[in-house]
């Protein structure tokens, strides 16, 4: 009669370390799985969390003929999508940064009152010191009356990830009233941060600024671009 496991210790050793090195390896080929599986939903996830942070946006852009200064075109966005509290912003934004760099010494009074009724305390701070009768650097100093300086906003965009931020592309175009001189253009950069204040108004300045639009931070960069004199063309302010 052959001998049985039970009957011979030498197999009944076989047979366990045999076994048990069978459920060790599954056990560790188990375990390989679980943390591969793990692996591959957490990048997933990763990627899947990811995916809003990162998307392609076609634009459009413009080249000056005269100047090669590149402008930005808004894509897909009419009228119909804007929204309500977009056309606002730009709005406002817009009109704020003409009034600031326009400068006609015969309407000043009427740009300086709609500066100060649309901008904050340091803003309009900043605005005075730049145009102050002591500052050899203001408009009044550089252009008395013999220079007329209109604007046309090209662009107004909001910047991303920068809250009620918006960048303006516009054109300063310096004229010279009964002077043989071709207007002379410059491109300019502002960059406008603003808010909406609860602060009360005059029924006069209601009338200029109705939502109370402030300008809480501005500043402007001329483009890359040289100095051109304008031929006629259509202005709007």
């Known amino acids: 009669m052959p001998p049985t496991i039970q009957a011979d210790p030498g197999a009944k ?4 370390l045999s076994h048990g090195a069978v459920v060790v390896e599954r056990n560790r080929w188990f375990v390989a799985t679980l943390v591969a599986g793990l692996i591959a939903a957490g990048a997933v996830t990763a990627v899947a969390m990811m995916l809003p942070l990162e998307k ?3 634009l459009a852009v413009t080249v000056d003929s005269h100047t090669g200064l590149v402008t930005s075109v ?3 966005k009419s009228v119909s999508d804007l929204t309500q509290k977009e056309a606002i912003q730009r709005s406002d934004v817009a009109r704020y940064v003409t009034a600031r760099e326009t400068y006609d010494p015969q309407d000043y009074a009427t740009h300086i009152k709609m500066v100060r009724v649309m901008s904050d305390g340091n803003v309009w701070q900043q605005y005075e010191d730049d145009n102050s009768q002591y500052n050899d ?3 009044v100093k550089r252009y008395g009356y013999k220079v007329r300086r209109r604007i046309e ?8 990830n920068a809250s ?7 054109v300063a175009i310096e004229e010279f009233p009964g002077s043989q001189m071709l207007p002379v253009e410059k491109p300019y950069v502002a960059t406008v941060t603003f808010r909406y204040s609860e602060r009360a108004l005059s029924n006069e300045d209601r009338i200029i600024n109705p939502l109370n639009f402030r300008a809480i931070a501005y500043r402007t960069d001329q483009e890359i671009a040289n100095p051109i004199a304008s031929s006629n063309k259509g202005v709007s302010q």
Request: aromatic share 18%.
């Open 13 to 16: 050793e076989w047979e366990y």
């Open 56 to 58: 392609l946006v076609p």
């Open 74 to 76: 808004e894509y897909g």
């Open 137 to 139: 650097a203001s408009a």
């Open 153 to 160: 906003v090209n662009t107004a965009l909001p910047l991303p």
């Open 164 to 170: 009620n931020t918006y960048q303006v592309r516009f």
